[in-house]
């Protein structure tokens, strides 16, 4: 019986990369699963099969050695809804968001700027090791994650990735400096969220602005974020462009669309300083700040009733 199946939490943060390689019938199943169109039917057929799998890693630390984007990455699909995709459809995993994000990259490259993306809800880095391997070890990343679990598993891909040029801050953000609670989604750790603290809490971390940030580690352009918070995106984005000044805006943000939790209207605040939206999908939007004719052609008309977006989308099942 391989490790994979046998392993604690403790021990699989020991096992060296390889240990827990996909067995053959594991592999039959990953090889099937990542040949499936990326379409409704696809996505069907993958959650049948990869259970064939999942149900016989131990829950919820069960994980497997893989390689993607031409990086070594160990995935627990048991109890995190990104590695599980990433493990068994990668050709699924948020191909927009990677496509504009990919656009970016080329663009830096093309006036030999290095790459300076900002991961916020890192959670375990998914995002910031696509852009790594995409963008060069020329890149400058900077994963923000505070839950202590994705954080462990962030870090070790980090070591078995040497040189990757990422960055972890290992705190939460918000619209002010201090204490804020973590309320952990055990079943799907990319659903955890961020709450004031009540003085009974079990998980509390440090939190900082975005502004703070990124004036603490020195970085003071940014080509692209990502955030993804849980309904948190307008505490931190509205401060930091109310602000921080022009030229440390970002070009690109790919935003989850979480407009029933905001307070702030984070559409037409972005449409007002410019941004127009490039691409949609059912959970995320991604926005392009217009600075010349040929960004305009490449974004949509923006409809200033709802900040150039359509009506929320319902939630994927």
Not at 3 to 22: D, K, N, Y
Request: charged residues 25%; glycine residues 6%.
């Amino acid at each position: 019986m391989s490790h994979s199946r046998t392993a604690g939490s403790a021990e699989i943060e020991t096992l060296s990369f390889g240990a827990l390689a996909p067995g053959p019938f594991d592999r039959v199943v990953i090889a099937l699963t990542s040949g499936l169109p990326d379409n409704w039917l696809g996505l069907r057929l993958a959650i049948l099969l990869r259970r064939l799998v999942t149900m016989r890693l131990p829950y919820p630390d069960g994980a497997l050695d893989v390689i993607r984007w031409g990086l070594r990455l160990r995935l627990h699909p048991r109890d995190n809804g990104c590695e599980k995709n990433l493990l068994f459809t990668p050709q699924m995993y948020e191909p927009t968001e990677r496509a504009e994000l990919t656009a970016e990259i080329d663009r830096a490259k093309a006036d030999d700027t290095p790459f300076v993306f900002v991961d916020i809800g890192a959670n375990v880095g998914l995002f910031s090791f696509f852009v790594a391997a995409r963008a060069g070890r020329n890149a400058r990343i900077l994963a923000v994650e505070p839950e202590p679990e994705n954080l462990s598993r962030l870090l070790f891909n980090m070591r078995i990735n040497p040189g990757v040029p990422i960055r972890v801050a290992s705190i939460a953000l918000a619209d002010k400096a201090g204490k804020v609670a973590l309320d952990v989604d055990r079943r799907d750790r990319g659903g955890t969220r961020v709450r004031k603290p009540t003085g009974r809490d079990a998980l509390t971390v440090d939190a900082q602005t975005l502004l703070q940030l990124l004036q603490d580690v020195g970085i003071d352009a940014i080509h692209a974020i990502k955030i993804d918070v849980e309904g948190a995106e307008d505490v931190i984005l509205a401060p930091f462009f109310r602000n921080a000044p022009e030229s440390m805006w970002p070009r690109l943000i790919v935003l989850e669309d979480a407009r029933s939790a905001w307070t702030v209207d984070l559409f037409s605040l972005l449409a007002s300083l410019g941004y127009t939206v490039v691409s949609r999908t059912r959970l995320n939007v991604t926005l392009r700040r217009i600075l010349s004719l040929e960004d305009h052609r490449e974004g949509e008309p923006l409809d200033e009733r709802t900040g150039g977006m359509t009506p929320p989308r319902a939630p994927r099942a």
